[in-house]
Every structure is written in C-alpha cells, then in structure tokens.
C-alpha cells in the first residue's frame, strides 16, 4: 500500500521560515492535503489539493508538491503555528486516505 | 457552517461493543455530494481511517476493521453512528467524525471535536 513518510519534528525561530515535508513515490501525480493539529484539539485543514488555502487559513500557509515531495511551508512562522502537521493522500486503488506520521513544529 | 459533535460512553470493557454518535450541525446527513466518516488516533499516535458513509447510505471501511465496524446514519436525527464489535485495548483512541468531499482525492473538513475511548475492565 502507498506510503507517505513525513519527518517527526521540525523546529524554527519565529519569524523564521518552516518546510515540512511530505514523501511518497511519485506523490506528484496526486493531490495532497494538509491537517494542522493543536495539542489537545482535532485535526483542522489547512491546505487541500496541494496549494489551495481553507478559507481563514493566513497567507503564511502554503503547499506545493512535485515529483517525490509535498511540501507544506509557514512563513513567519509564530508561537500559534506550533502543532503536529499531517499530509494526507486518496489511495485510488483501496479506496481510502492513507496519512503521514505527522510532523511536529516547535517554535523555539 | 458544518459543526460536528463526537459523543460516546468514554469506557468500554473489552470483548464489548462500541458505539459513538456524530451529530451534525448546520448540515444535513441526507443530502450532498460529500459523505460523513469516522478516523481514530490513539494517544500519541497517527490517523487511522475507519470508514465512511454517503448521503445514499452506501458504506466503505478500512479492511483492518471491516469484520468489526458499522457506520449508519439516522437522519431524522441528522447523526451518523459507529458501532465497533469485539473491543479490546488496541480500540482505545480518540475518535473523530469529520466530512469527507468526495472528489477522487478525497479530504476531510470539518472535523469533530473527538470523544475519547479507553478500552478496560
């Protein structure tokens, strides 16, 4: 089954610029979406089919994706940003999300 | 605006069965083109997908659980229910519904709040 690889932690300066990355074999030819996760709170979109912002999200969020990586960038990044950080593909084939281990962003 | 609200007993014994309710504000469980699904995640952990159901009551679920998982709908009540059989210590997790938008490459929002199940006797 498909596998997205995400690396555990990243950690920034604010004010600094955040990459978190997202893996997969060819994950270019899909869309991916992003899940911004609070301690102690549910999963909330961020970013779906690659670059496309949810309404509310601020303009520091953005995606890309090409080749074997999706990318999910924080510019300026705050103390509000810090989070676990999920990608998320559609499996075609089983028919069913497969998610990334999640990345956790710490704001030194 | 869809609100979704996750509500369940918080304990359950195991071998026993799980049940959770999704009740689904500012939005109707009997009509659209998106469908309502339930994900977990364990305390630490990853986002494990458990199932969906469309507006037209057809259901998918994850292969892992598929022998022990019903999702249905009620929409007189506009809520969406779990029923998760044979419940041992690995069900515990934090469970949430979220709508799905059904598009060949399918996301999730909104999300619940969640309801917390532990697992023990």
């Known amino acids: 089954s498909y596998v997205l690889t995400q690396p555990p932690s990243v950690s920034v300066a604010p004010g600094s610029t955040a990459r978190i990355t997202c893996g997969g074999n060819?994950?270019?030819?899909?869309?991916v979406h992003w899940y911004q996760q609070k301690p102690g709170q549910a999963p909330v979109l961020v970013i779906y089919?690659?670059?496309d912002r949810r309404s509310g999200v601020p303009e520091r969020f953005s995606g890309s994706n090409s080749a074997n990586t999706a990318t999910l960038t924080v510019s300026r990044v705050e103390a509000v940003d810090e989070a676990d950080y999920y990608c998320?593909?559609?499996?075609?084939?089983?028919?069913?999300?497969?998610f990334g281990g999640g990345t956790r962003l710490t704001v030194l | 605006q869809v609100q979704l609200q996750e509500s369940g007993p918080g304990l359950v014994k195991p071998s026993q069965t799980l049940s959770l309710i999704c009740a689904v504000f500012?939005?109707?469980?009997?009509?659209?083109?998106?469908?309502w699904t339930w994900i977990r995640q364990p305390a630490g952990k990853g986002l494990e997908w458990i199932g969906r159901?469309?507006?037209?009551?057809?259901?998918n679920y994850n292969p892992s659980l598929k022998s022990r998982v019903t999702i249905s709908v009620d929409t007189s009540k506009n809520q969406v229910s779990l029923r998760l059989t044979s419940v041992t210590a690995a069900d515990s997790a934090m469970y949430y519904c979220?709508?799905?938008?059904?598009?060949?490459?399918?996301?999730?929002?909104?999300w619940g709040q969640g309801t917390l199940v532990t697992v023990s006797s």
């Open positions: 979220a709508r799905g938008y059904s598009s060949g490459e399918d996301w999730f929002d909104p």
């Open positions: 089919y690659d670059r």
């Open positions: 159901i469309y507006t037209t009551g057809s259901t």
């Open positions: 998320q593909v559609w499996d075609i084939f089983g028919d069913h999300p497969v």
């Open positions: 060819n994950i270019g030819s899909r869309s």
């Open positions: 500012g939005g109707s469980t009997s009509s659209g083109s998106h469908y």
